[in-house]
């Protein structure tokens, strides 16, 4: 078990809660790595990341409820720069709650038991003691925050160089394409 301070980064595949004599600790999955634990918190992971990354978790939420309108559960950007959005299956006041790399999610189904069993890009699985339903709605609202952070930084980028064409779409018809087809497989 490692004691260790832990950063989350972009390989960080996903943080789960694990109890060991009564206590909660946190097993993390990183890229093509075996899983580790850490005597920490899943929450406090990510608290500590936040301050790593010069933020803090609260002002995060508050980006989230500002940019995209999520209030409960909501998704973070951990680190914008390089694309890693982080969601939770629960509130941060529950015990239980994982944390998700939207990039790293290759896909999710339905469980055996209203669990969900999800499928990462290194071709690892884990089962997560919550709905479907759940998983869903929280993926899909990173992938909101994630949309809505992209568009605003394109927005910002060419009001700033005065090189904007409001006739014109600023999204390649491909691209659009691409997230739709991506977006029907999910749900």
Known sequence: MASFRYIIRETTMYIKPVSIDNKIYSEVKEYNK?????????????????????TTYSARKET???VADICQKPPIVLKPETGTYFFPTHSDRIKEMHWFNLSMIKYYRRGKYNDTEIFFD????????????????????AVKLEYCLRTKAIKNDK???QDIDFKQACTNIYEVLAMYALLERQV
Request: charged share 15%; with cysteine.
């Open 34 to 54: 075996p899983t580790f634990i850490i005597k920490q918190k899943p929450l406090t992971l990510i608290e500590q990341s936040c301050h790593f990354y010069n």
């Open 64 to 66: 989230t409820r500002i």
């Open 122 to 141: 290194d071709e690892s699985m884990v089962v997560v003691p919550t709905s479907y339903h759940i998983i869903n709605t929280q993926y899909l609202h």
């Open 159 to 161: 009001v700033k160089s």
